[in-house]
């Protein structure tokens, strides 16, 4: 009886070891599958932001060869740099929101007891801005040309405005 409990005892964890070992590798190979599948769809789901914010940027001087052109076979002597010019300009439109009666290129007067200020600034090219302007009860767009004059001052000129309904 005792040698019968021993083959037992034998066969039970020679079972056991069999049923552990398949498991595990079964579970290993299940963990690599898996980790393949996410970091297959991740890359994709990456490509798929890459191309987007690539279609987003399209109309920006920082995608827009020919408008950086422009600036270096400018008639000024001085190279503009587009790295340097965005944020240039940009501050230069954004400063005029410190006027008492708002900025004066929202192409909006003040219609109640706030002015209008440009918000978020987008330079499209060598030559037109696109612009978010509220009073916080209103909001807009603005299409704005722009100028870089010889003493490197901007000048802005209203294309085009437009407020929405409340």
Do not use: C
């Amino acid at each position: 009886m005792k040698n019968s409990l021993l083959l037992y005892a034998l066969i039970l964890s020679l079972v056991f070891n069999v049923y552990t070992y398949m498991f595990l590798s079964k579970e290993v190979t299940f963990e690599q599958e898996k980790y393949k599948k996410t970091t297959t769809r991740l890359k994709d789901s990456l490509q798929s932001v890459s191309n987007k914010l690539s279609d987003a940027n399209y109309f920006s001087l920082e995608k827009n060869e020919n408008a950086q052109n422009y600036f270096e076979s400018a008639k000024s002597d001085k190279i503009r740099n587009h790295t340097t010019l965005v944020p240039y300009v940009t501050a230069q439109l954004l400063d005029l929101n410190a006027n008492p009666k708002g900025n004066p290129y929202t192409g909006q007067e003040q219609l109640g007891a706030n002015k209008f200020v440009i918000n978020k600034v987008k330079v499209l090219n060598h030559r037109w801005i696109i612009a978010d302007y509220s009073d916080g009860e209103y909001w807009g767009e603005v299409l704005l040309k722009y100028f870089i004059n010889e003493d490197e001052s901007v000048s802005f000129e209203v294309n085009q405005s437009f407020i929405y309904q409340k």
